[in-house]
């Protein structure tokens, strides 16, 4: 059974996905769940198990703030889980289910697994970019995808493979040339790609006042445990043009659901062409195509060949491009053996 980080803020939907009125089921770290959002905008969530019969709540009723169980009419409070209305008999602590901390912030729905004394609602990784972008210069994106999560995670960690898993927008071999630095910065993972006097890669080229010309191009990514990881581009000219500066924001966002499967989230910003809403519409398929069309069945692919064991396990030749990534897979491998560590005592 898979050994998760719970005492950290998931993503678990993109706020736009549970509109007022409306539910969402999902699975997180092998737990299922039922958010909703009341008609007043409030969102709530509880575990999607009745206590009685452990039958999914989201085959319920949901009325305001209370959700009542489609199978034998217990009714629980979507604030706190307290079971509110036993039609059978008395209503005992037993009943109860829980109910976990959620917040609403930078356009996503985040939720605490963990302790619930310890949710700290400043600890939800920045993701300011998303709310200061323009209309027509924003977009987010989910994609579900049959693998574990980490290696999800590795793909960001090492972005040579966009010279050659996605040649016709990210080719060209900048990032194989790069030079990166790696730092461990607490419990988080800062990457930097620094590639000079080359050509753009090629989705920038059409930006440019001259498309052959040299740029320098430096990319940055900053890994969280809890599997958000921002990602910023920044093109400038080679010779140092004031008038050539092309600069990209992105969250990708690797939410484990099983130890098999990831809710992957993605939203992108930038600083050019911010009014063109048609621009933006085909940007919108370009993430969809590139994630969906190229990233995903090659790490489905690679996760059948792994089957169900630790990629690190299976004895991997480790290269240089994997030294942020096995780094993050350290650090949370740590943070959860301390987390076992911590409740030991109190299961003994």
């Given amino acids: ?14 706020a736009d996905e549970v509109p007022r009125g409306s539910s969402l089921t999902r699975t997180i770290i092998d737990v299922p769940l039922l958010f909703w959002r009341d008609g007043e905008g409030q969102v709530r969530v509880l575990v999607d198990r009745c206590a009685h019969r452990l039958a999914p709540l989201s085959l319920g009723r949901i009325e305001r703030d ?7 009419g217990l009714a629980f409070d979507g604030n706190t889980g ?10 005992t602590s037993s009943l109860a289910v829980r109910a976990y901390p959620l917040a609403e912030r930078h356009k996503a729905l ?11 609602e400043d600890a939800i990784p920045d993701l300011s970019f ?9 977009s987010e994106g989910y994609m579900p995808t049959a693998a574990d999560h980490r290696l999800l995670e590795d793909n960001i960690l090492d972005l040579s493979h966009g010279d050659y898993l996605h040649a016709e927008t990210l080719g060209g071999g900048s990032f194989t040339r790069a030079g990166v630095k790696v730092e461990e910065r607490g419990d988080t993972v800062f990457v930097r790609w620094t590639a000079k006097n080359e050509k753009a890669i090629p989705i920038w080229q059409p930006e440019l006042p001259d498309p052959d010309m040299m740029v320098d191009m430096t990319t940055e990514v900053l890994w969280h445990p809890s599997g958000v990881m921002l990602l910023d581009g920044i093109l400038t000219a080679a010779e140092g043009r004031a008038d050539v500066e092309i600069v990209t924001r992105n969250a990708h966002v690797m939410t484990p659901e099983t130890s098999t499967t990831t809710h992957y989230f993605y939203c992108n910003s930038r600083n050019y ?9 085909g940007i919108t398929a370009g993430l969809a195509m590139a994630f969906g069309g ?3 069945p090659m790490i489905e692919a690679q996760q059948a060949r792994i089957g169900g064991a630790d990629l690190l396990e299976c004895g991997p030749a480790l290269m240089a491009i994997d030294n942020a990534s096995t780094r993050a897979r350290r650090i949370y491998r740590r943070l959860v053996e301390a987390e076992k560590a911590a409740l030991a005592p109190a299961s003994q």
Avoid: S
């Fill in 110 to 120: 985040w939720i605490w697994m963990g302790a619930p004394e310890k949710a700290d």
């Fill in 66 to 72: 209370i959700v009542r169980c489609g199978y034998h």
């Fill in 273 to 281: 062409r911010t009014d063109d809403a048609e621009y933006n519409k």
């Fill in 294 to 296: 190229e990233d995903k």
């Fill in 82 to 91: 307290r079971c509110i209305h036993n039609p059978h008999g008395p209503i």
């Fill in 1 to 14: 059974m898979a050994e998760w980080l719970r005492n950290c803020w998931y993503m678990a939907a993109w």
């Fill in 130 to 138: 998303a709310d200061a972008a323009p209309q027509h210069a924003f």
